[in-house]
């Protein structure tokens, strides 16, 4: 079986059972009120702490309490089987899918669609319908993790697809949290202006290629630009979609489950106990704060393929970095390569920092000006990918996907007074607790902060000093 014949989360599932990729099969019976997400932050899922093992496979919970619905954790836990899924290497990953964005494979719209085999749009009850995760106690009510939604533009027409995180607060209804700078969430911005809801799709159990596509963001996906031609020009051909049954909005044709409603203009306190209470455990380790006020989702109807499988992330961890930083390292290749110097040879943006805090970047150098040329793709980079906080900029020599090698290059090719570019007061992450203004004065807001560049490589004309041991292994 070839990459190129994964169209949708099964063929993905037997895609890597092919490989060899171990998949476990859980059938203690589970519940989806903590005890699973428990379970998996424990098994493996990269959450820092001194009692987890190494990163697990990925798991089915076949047994979930008071669901007939299996719940697929994991999926993307390994670098390795999000590149072979991809059809690409482990450690080019974000360089080869930078040659991807582009909009040469459209979604193609079809009839009768899969996810559409059954219909619920009468008597809708999230809870009991879908095996939906609390995943704390403290939290503020069962959260969709991985939620494809889908939209378009109520003004133009152009369309988009994002992962956000939704917390259901009624049987039907759901808060959706739009982090500022994404697109969907100026699409709503324009229908709320004209007091009329948003049509959306909220897609779940995909195509990986589908999930990673989303990731994008701009300037490398400007607004318009729609995601699914990029998981189209990782399969070759355009990603199947079909019209909602509901609402006139757009749905991945094989999705496990979709989710139709309104984001309407209304909004709501995330977690309905607490104003100032939880949301979930975030992508960059830290339990979140739930927002004051979020728009809400009513929703029309849930479709779902027969023996629909629910596919959800617990995060932080492997998963999700390999969501987020995937896609952000191909932007920075791509904005890098295309703007600044060829000479930049490959990026990686680890789960240090949530795969969007932090980036690794490689290059060579051929001549003096080369290292001026470095150091203005490091200040780039922060153009390239709004979110980024940290750059370490390293040589050829320096293995970027290893941590160790890269604070060795800190420690024995950096020097605080000469090598170290500090920009204040740029726009940042809110979810990242240290930029707000209480952290620092230099924040003026949250999710404002201090970026910086940290120029780890060696200086052109110094690299006979810099020569490593080099020993003849065999």
Known sequence: MRSDEVYDLRTALSFLNHKGHAIEVMDKEMDTCCEIPNHYAYYGSGIPNKHQPAYGHPVIYNRVKGHSMPVLIGLLNSREACAELLGVGPHSIGRE???MIHDRYEPELIDSPPSQENIINQNINLYQQLPVLTYTPESAGPYITTGLVYAQDPETGEEDVTIHRLCIQSEDTMSIYFVPGRH???FYEKAKKRNKPLPVTINIGLDPAIY?????????CPLGFNELNIAGAIRK????????VSNGAKCIAFSEIVIEGFVLPEEVQENPRKHDGDSLPEFLGYIGAAQSKLPLVKVT???YRSRPIYQTIVGPGAEMSNLCGIPTEASLYKSIKESITGNILNCYCSASGGGKLLAHLQFSKYEPRDDAKTRQAGVAAFTAFHELKNVFLLDDDV???DEREVLWALSTRFQGNHSIISIPNLDGHPLDPSQRPEFSSYNTEIGSTYKTVFDCTVPYRMKEHFRRADYAFK
């Open 97 to 99: 899918l930078a040659g």
């Open 237 to 244: 051909k355009g990603v199947k979609v079909a019209r909602a």
């Open 212 to 220: 990673i596509a989303a990731g994008f963001s701009y300037p490398a």
């Open 184 to 186: 969907i969430g100026h």
């Open 399 to 401: 293995d970027i996907f």
């Open 301 to 303: 109807a849930i479709t």
